[in-house]
């Protein structure tokens, strides 16, 4: 295992990316982004919460035999999934509103228990927190992606409500893309969740397909 | 010796469990004060709403009365006072949408007249059902002032089905639902009408004052 942060990062961020490449976290990445704002709030508190427990899981990685170290990933995810639960409660309470329903569910989502298991528990706490750190980025770049695509298909705005998230400065975030009432509601509805996630899946593939293309060309007259 | 790690493997685990068991104890303590704090203002945010400010001098969200609906349900009233006098009751009230119940908070004088109507939670269709949000239109706002009576209750209806309340292009089933809820939270405004007439404040402390502040003026 390297501990190239820039690896991490490309990985994290685009080539391994959780929802794109791995395919991992689809629930809250359909349920959650019928707005870019819902993704992006989703993705930042699954990324918390991954960064969180990769470095305790990380820090504890000699502690725990073995055996029941699915248990404690488990323990160690549910602790971290609550206490973001309480404190979005207490000091973020306009957005626990909207995602408050989802927020428990991070608990299930197979990426962060995903990457505990592959990096944080075979790896030092630094490597752990940027794998869990650029992992969680990556999705929320996602959800965000995702998100924007079904807002603006659908309702025909972008980033609405993103003060109640970020805060009043942020107001300049919300934009109107379209004209009112002509978006295609149902990319709003959960159908338009599965048509944004494949045609954001096969525009990946495209990229990554044709700068695999571009590098075998360059590297082509090398070789010959 | 296979039952000796069986029992560190449990001690393991134990240990952790307290660790984090702990670290959830201590997010509590910190946050507990908070989350009451915001449950109370989205409470008093709902009921801000439906009653002005203007008349009454009570705090809403702790002065409350229990009542009993028709279908056997609790229905919690808050109830607004000025000066010792009902000035005004809260309550929800509900009926089934297109998907999910649709929740209304209704605010009514003591003559029986609406004093304001929010819709509190809806799962109906975003574009086409959700006008009925104060934040997507003001089709809500036209309940204010109303009251069994006025329009006579045969009229408490859409204007398909012969009322006088008009639906919106694509949407029937959503203003039905809100309208069948305002005129049953009416009817059970005017049924338990006098147990809420008769409701003494409870901050005394409160409307004390106000009385004070009131013979005092009129010296």
Known sequence: MTTDYRTIAREGLWSNNGVLSMMLGLCPAMAMTNSATNGLGMGLATA??????????????????????????????????????????????????????????????????ARIEMVASKNPVLPSLADGFFMGVGFTFALTLI????????????????????GSTFKFMEMRILPEDSGILMMILPPGAFLATGLLLVAKR???ERSAKAAQASAAPSVA | MSSQRTLIHGL???????????????????????????????????????????????????????????QGNEVVAYVATREGKVTGVAFETSSPGYSGAIKVMLGVDPEGKILGARVLSHKETPGLGDKIEVKKGDWILRFTGLSIGNPPLDKWKVKKDGGQFDQFAGATITPRAVVKAIREGLQFFDANKARMMEFKSSNTAVSGAGKAAATGETK
């Not at chain 1, 998100?147 to 993103?162: K, M, N, P, Y």
């Not at chain 2, 507990?32 to 809403?60: G, M, T, Y």
């Open chain 1, 48 to 113: 918390f919460v991954m960064t969180s427990s990769s470095v305790i899981a990380s820090l504890f990685r000699n502690s725990f035999s073995q055996e029941v170290r699915i248990p404690v990933f488990v323990l160690i995810m549910g602790t971290m999934v609550t206490v973001v639960d309480m404190c979005m409660n207490a000091w973020l309470h306009e957005l626990y509103k909207v995602l408050g329903l989802f927020i428990p569910l991070i608990v299930v989502n197979c990426l962060p228990f």
């Open chain 1, 147 to 166: 998100g924007a695509v079904r807002e603006i298909s659908g309702s025909g705005t972008l980033f609405s409500d993103a003060s109640l998230l970020l």
């Open chain 1, 206 to 208: 495209m990229i990554d």
């Open chain 2, 12 to 70: 393991i685990l134990g240990a952790f469990c307290l660790g984090f068991g702990m670290l959830l104890v201590m997010t509590n303590a910190f946050t507990v004060d908070d989350i009451a704090q915001r449950a109370l203002e989205d409470r008093q945010n709902s009921l801000k709403q439906v009653i002005p400010d203007s008349i009454h001098d009570n705090n809403l969200a702790t002065d409350t009365l229990t009542l009993k609906s028709d």
